[in-house]
Protein backbone atom coordinates (compact mmCIF):
# COMPACT_ATOMS: atom_id res chain seq x y z
CA UNK A 1 0.00 0.00 0.00
CA UNK A 2 1.10 3.35 -0.92
CA UNK A 3 -0.85 5.65 0.44
CA UNK A 4 -2.34 6.33 4.31
CA UNK A 5 -3.51 8.88 6.56
CA UNK A 6 -1.11 10.30 8.26
CA UNK A 7 -2.55 10.99 11.95
CA UNK A 8 -0.56 13.63 13.29
CA UNK A 9 -1.76 15.99 10.08
CA UNK A 10 -5.19 14.20 8.80
CA UNK A 11 -3.77 14.10 5.29
CA UNK A 12 -3.51 11.37 3.33
CA UNK A 13 0.39 11.03 2.03
CA UNK A 14 2.22 8.94 -0.11
CA UNK A 15 5.21 6.40 1.08
CA UNK A 16 7.91 7.80 -1.14
CA UNK A 17 7.44 11.42 -0.40
CA UNK A 18 7.94 10.78 4.03
CA UNK A 19 10.83 12.18 5.20
CA UNK A 20 13.21 9.98 7.50
CA UNK A 21 12.06 11.90 10.62
CA UNK A 22 8.73 11.67 9.59
CA UNK A 23 9.00 7.40 9.80
CA UNK A 24 8.25 7.82 13.47
CA UNK A 25 4.94 9.02 12.95
CA UNK A 26 1.65 7.02 13.31
CA UNK A 27 -0.40 6.21 10.19
CA UNK A 28 -3.39 4.76 9.53
CA UNK A 29 -5.40 2.20 6.68
CA UNK A 30 -7.88 4.77 5.28
CA UNK A 31 -10.08 1.97 4.77
CA UNK A 32 -10.19 0.09 8.07
CA UNK A 33 -8.52 2.36 10.73
CA UNK A 34 -5.62 0.03 11.33
CA UNK A 35 -2.22 1.21 12.68
CA UNK A 36 0.42 0.42 9.79
CA UNK A 37 4.22 0.61 9.41
CA UNK A 38 5.67 2.52 7.24
CA UNK A 39 9.08 0.72 5.43
CA UNK A 40 12.03 2.70 3.92
CA UNK A 41 12.91 1.99 0.15
CA UNK A 42 15.60 -0.81 0.11
CA UNK A 43 17.90 -2.93 -1.82
CA UNK A 44 17.59 -6.33 -2.15
CA UNK A 45 20.34 -8.56 -1.54
CA UNK A 46 19.73 -9.31 -5.01
CA UNK A 47 19.78 -5.30 -6.41
CA UNK A 48 16.00 -5.20 -6.78
CA UNK A 49 14.86 -1.89 -5.33
CA UNK A 50 11.62 -1.98 -3.28
CA UNK A 51 9.89 1.36 -3.14
CA UNK A 52 8.59 2.39 0.32
CA UNK A 53 5.36 1.32 1.25
CA UNK A 54 2.89 0.95 4.39
CA UNK A 55 1.66 -2.21 5.41
CA UNK A 56 -0.58 -3.27 8.34
CA UNK A 57 -0.35 -4.65 11.07
CA UNK A 58 -1.63 -7.90 12.55
CA UNK A 59 -5.38 -8.40 12.34
CA UNK A 60 -6.75 -7.82 15.39
CA UNK A 61 -10.60 -8.51 14.20
CA UNK A 62 -12.53 -10.24 11.00
CA UNK A 63 -13.31 -6.22 9.83
CA UNK A 64 -9.21 -5.92 9.78
CA UNK A 65 -8.60 -9.19 7.94
CA UNK A 66 -11.35 -8.45 5.39
CA UNK A 67 -9.38 -4.75 4.66
CA UNK A 68 -9.08 -4.72 0.55
CA UNK A 69 -6.33 -3.02 0.74
CA UNK A 70 -4.70 -5.41 3.15
CA UNK A 71 -1.78 -7.35 1.78
CA UNK A 72 -1.16 -11.04 2.95
CA UNK A 73 2.43 -13.09 3.01
CA UNK A 74 1.59 -16.34 1.86
CA UNK A 75 3.82 -17.97 4.21
CA UNK A 76 3.53 -17.52 7.96
CA UNK A 77 6.56 -17.51 10.28
CA UNK A 78 5.98 -21.18 11.78
CA UNK A 79 6.27 -22.17 7.84
CA UNK A 80 9.70 -19.94 7.66
CA UNK A 81 10.90 -20.98 10.51
CA UNK A 82 10.89 -24.81 8.99
CA UNK A 83 12.33 -23.97 5.95
CA UNK A 84 15.27 -22.06 7.53
CA UNK A 85 15.92 -25.24 10.12
CA UNK A 86 15.73 -27.28 7.29
CA UNK A 87 17.83 -25.29 4.95
CA UNK A 88 20.41 -25.42 8.43
CA UNK A 89 20.19 -29.31 8.68
CA UNK A 90 21.03 -29.14 4.85
CA UNK A 91 24.15 -26.78 4.88
CA UNK A 92 25.29 -28.66 8.00
CA UNK A 93 25.30 -31.97 6.26
CA UNK A 94 26.84 -30.88 3.31
CA UNK A 95 29.53 -29.23 5.20
CA UNK A 96 29.96 -32.42 7.17
CA UNK A 97 30.21 -34.16 3.43
CA UNK A 98 33.26 -31.83 2.47
CA UNK A 99 35.01 -31.83 5.69
CA UNK A 100 35.36 -35.96 5.28
CA UNK A 101 35.74 -35.68 1.36
CA UNK A 102 38.90 -33.11 2.06
CA UNK A 103 40.26 -35.31 4.69
CA UNK A 104 40.00 -38.27 2.65
CA UNK A 105 41.80 -36.45 0.21
CA UNK A 106 44.40 -36.13 2.89
CA UNK A 107 44.78 -39.59 3.32
CA UNK A 108 44.60 -39.01 7.03
CA UNK A 109 42.39 -42.68 7.24
CA UNK A 110 42.02 -42.38 11.17
CA UNK A 111 40.43 -39.05 11.29
CA UNK A 112 38.19 -39.84 8.25
CA UNK A 113 37.26 -42.88 9.82
CA UNK A 114 35.86 -41.11 13.09
CA UNK A 115 34.19 -38.40 11.10
CA UNK A 116 32.03 -41.01 9.15
CA UNK A 117 30.33 -41.68 12.49
CA UNK A 118 29.18 -37.79 12.92
Known amino acids: MHKARHIRTGR ?4 STMESGDYFGIFQCPYCKTDL ?6 KT ?7 A ?3 HREAENDFQKKCPL ?4 NS ?3 NKEKKSNKSK ?3 LERLKQEVILSLK ?6 ITYQLQYL
Open 45 to 51: KYGKIVS
Open 37 to 42: ILTQEY
Open 70 to 73: RVEN
Open 89 to 91: EQN
Open 12 to 15: IVLA
Open 53 to 55: FFK
Open 105 to 110: NRNDTR
Open 76 to 78: DKS
